[in-house]
């Protein structure tokens, strides 16, 4: 059974950090990248940040300069970073990976994250 298996969120106040992990059950086989995504109150779910299989990241315009994410390839885990978080960073965040020829894409349950005062 595929997993992926998220921790790390929680309440943060404004200008805090947090990591997010996820770890990636490694019966996916040909992984192609792996990534965080958020979906906030009625809005739609977005892309946060992504890391290649060859180490390329990109990451979305809100977040540059404050989010890193990263990888542990040994333990087939992906981290996201959180940095000089804000409100409007409050959001549900997802672990996603795309893997085989086709970039099937495989999602985590969730980690609640909130940045309040």
């Known amino acids: 059974q595929v997993q992926l298996v998220e921790s790390g969120g929680g309440l943060v106040q404004p200008g805090g950090s947090l990591r997010l992990s996820c770890a990636v059950s490694r019966n996916i086989f040909s992984i192609n990248s792996m990534g965080w995504y958020r979906q906030a109150p009625g809005k739609q779910r977005e892309l946060v940040a992504r890391i290649t299989n060859g180490g390329t990241t990109y990451y979305a315009a809100s977040v540059k300069g404050r989010f890193t994410i990263s990888r542990d390839i040994a333990k087939n885990t992906v981290y996201l970073q959180m940095n000089s978080l804000k409100p409007e960073d409050t959001a549900v965040y997802y672990c996603?990976?795309?893997?085989?020829?086709?970039?099937?894409?495989?999602w985590g349950q969730g980690t609640q994250v909130t940045v309040s005062s």
């Open positions: 996603n990976v795309r893997a085989g020829p086709s970039n099937d894409d495989y």
